[in-house]
Every structure is written in C-alpha cells, then in structure tokens.
C-alpha cells in the first residue's frame, strides 16, 4: 500500500516536498515512480528510481528543478519540487514497479495521489 502526501497551493518559484510512505516488507525491492495528471489529460511520468538509489530517471519538463530520492529504512520516496510553474498543477501519484521506467504499464501499485496547485 502506498499513501502519498504534501501536496498543497503553493506560488509560482515555491517549493513543495512531496512523500509517498509504503506498508510492507518489500519496499525496498521495488523500483518507485512519480506520475502526474493535469485536468483532461493523461497521467504523465514524472521520475523514477532504482531500489538502490543508483538510478534516476526525470521528463525532461522537469529536469533540474525535480529531485527524486528515497529512504528504504523508513520505507519512503520522496520528490522536492523546486521553481515550481503553474503548469506543475496536477495530482501526483506515486507507484511501483520492477524497474525505474517511463510507463504507467511499467508499475503494479499505485498511491491515491495527493494534489499540487501552483498559481501564478
């Protein structure tokens, strides 16, 4: 089970961290992802990371201003979202899977999302 949280309204340039705690034993086994869905579109991925942290993989809409990163120990994945645009706006979604990848196909359990607004 994963339970994603800190989303919140925040102004353009701000900031937010976001969190997406697991139950189980296992978290440590899966690769973990951060995906987004805007109001009419698709959920997008956002990032991606390795059981080992070795890996990192980001949309390029997001490339040096997201931060994904994880603590296996408190069974949590984390996003910093830096310079944040009002196109950032969305419900974020945490996931896991087997290995760190782009596709909503590529993740087996889903958190139920917790929402960003950046105004302008």
Known sequence: QLQASGGGLVQAGGSLRLSCAARGRTFSS?????FRQAPGR??????A???????????????????????NWKKTMYLQMNSLKPEDTAVYYCAAGNWPRTGN????YWGQGTQVTVSS
């Open 42 to 47: 698709e959920r997008d991925f956002v990032a």
């Open 105 to 108: 196909v590529d993740y087996d």
């Open 49 to 71: 990371i390795s059981t080992t942290s070795d890996t990192t993989n980001y949309a390029d809409s997001v490339k040096g201003r997201f931060t994904i990163s994880r603590d």
């Open 30 to 34: 899966y690769a973990m992802a951060w």
